[in-house]
């Protein structure tokens, strides 16, 4: 691993900048999170915008259309489109980070020129169908049943948890193809039309008040068997490359932002008064803010290492479980950290008096989300314990 930039790299990030610094002012701020047409419009437009400069799909084979990005160049992309205040990935992300690289690695020719093309062009957004209610951490316990009919299948059976469902395009949704088989081996991953007739979207609420998820009902819903990825029964493996890359660098995004919430929330607490000083006079509160600050540095150069690796064995391995475990744990500590910053405003999520509380207070409860969704912490511990130190199996 080469942690120093070369001047190619550092060329690169010049040339990204420039273009950052005269583009990012025009974008505007996002829309409303529960503005979910404006939303689209928004991150897709965004997506255009990267995909006409040459910019989407930056760690995508070129072979597919994507840019092809060293591990450097792809993590100084992240870097300065998150310093820069660009626009994070949205409402594509899952057609970005997990289903489209999923494609990349297991999908047939004429699935990958489909799909690949539109999602780097921002024209297709996608959800994932995994989650069932009594299959979370033990998914492959999924029921919704896929059965063959011809050359399609007919699914019946529900989802949950299904973020953005209500704006996706397509699917990646798990299905049983075999209900006699070991519940491991009877699977298939499949690319699922939103519009397809017979689904049912049923928003929930959520703590910040937001509908980013829902139930999904499926009714006699019919898929063509040429869109599944991967053997008939091969689902298992296919999701098990979804994963790898969900929790490789797709909370990396949101890493380099809550570097800038533990700035901000420095800069608060030079500002707001205590007693006859500031918040800021005190120096356990100055030690927890330097250390949350390190905890980020430190992740970030967990995350150089990831990458690098991720790029040399084509997908990322069990070291995006150390990331998305310590990063959890971090997020809940920086949320208690901005309680203490912000006091009585830090039970709001409107503004009170200018202090920028909104942010922090959505952040402190979005944390609650972080060590749940893609896999729960103490999955990921077990996926730590048995695949890195190598200790017996989770029975
Ligand atoms: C914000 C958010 C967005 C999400 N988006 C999606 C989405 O788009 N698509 C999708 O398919 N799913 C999504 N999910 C669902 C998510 O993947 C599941 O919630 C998660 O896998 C946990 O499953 P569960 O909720 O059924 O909890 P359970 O699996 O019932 O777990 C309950 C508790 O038991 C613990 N536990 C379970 N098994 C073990 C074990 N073997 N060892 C130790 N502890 C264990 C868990 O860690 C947890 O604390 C989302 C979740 C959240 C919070």
Not at 41 to 69: H, K, M, S, T
Request: overall charge negative; aromatic content about 8%; some cysteine.
């Amino acid at each position: 691993m080469e942690l120093r930039f070369s001047e190619d790299e550092e060329a690169f990030r010049a040339k990204l900048v420039a273009w950052l610094d005269e583009v990012v002012p025009a974008v505007g701020p996002p829309p409303p999170v529960d503005d979910w047409d404006a939303r689209r419009v928004y991150d897709c437009a965004w997506q255009r915008q990267l995909f006409d400069a040459g910019y989407a799909g930056i760690n995508w084979p070129i072979e597919v259309g994507g840019l092809g990005a060293s591990p450097s160049e792809h993590l100084i992309f992240l870097e300065e489109t998150a310093r820069r205040g660009a626009p994070d990935v949205g409402l594509m992300f899952v057609a970005l980070l997990h289903a489209g690289p999923t494609l990349i690695a297991e999908a047939t020719a004429e699935q990958k020129a489909a799909h690949l093309p539109a999602i780097l062009r921002g024209d297709e957004v996608w959800c994932q169908g995994f989650s069932e209610p009594q299959a979370g951490s033990d998914l492959a316990s999924l029921r919704t049943r896929a059965v063959r009919d011809g050359d399609d299948y007919v699914i019946n059976g529900s989802k949950i948890w299904t973020s953005n469902a209500q704006v996706a395009d397509y699917c990646e949704l798990l299905v049983r193809t075999d209900p006699d088989a070991p519940k491991h081996r009877g699977i298939s991953w499949l690319i699922l039309p939103m519009d397809t007739p017979g689904i049912d979207i049923r928003p929930l609420r959520s703590i910040p008040g937001t509908d980013e998820f829902s139930e999904v009902f499926f009714d006699d819903v019919r898929v063509p068997v040429a869109n599944r990825v991967g053997n008939e029964n091969d689902g298992w493996r296919v999701a098990m490359v979804t994963f790898s890359f969900e929790r490789g660098t797709a909370f990396v995004g949101e890493m380099l932002a809550s570097m800038q919430l533990v700035e901000q929330l420095a800069a608060v607490a030079k500002k707001v008064t205590r007693g006859s000083g500031t918040a800021w006079d005190d120096a356990g509160l100055r030690r927890d803010i330097g250390r949350a600050a390190a905890d980020l540095d430190a992740l970030w150069a967990l995350v150089k290492r990831n990458v690098t690796q991720a790029t040399r064995s084509g997908v990322p391995g069990p070291g995006g479980s150390v990331f998305k475990l310590y990063y959890s744990e971090m997020r809940h500590r920086l949320g208690e950290l901005s309680e203490r910053v912000f006091e009585r405003a830090g039970l709001a999520l409107d503004d009170v008096g200018g202090m920028g509380n909104g942010p922090h207070v959505e952040g402190m409860l979005h944390a609650i989300s972080i060590s749940i969704a893609a896999g729960t912490t103490q999955i990921q511990r077990n996926i730590v314990a048995e695949r890195i130190l190598g200790l017996p199996k989770d029975r």
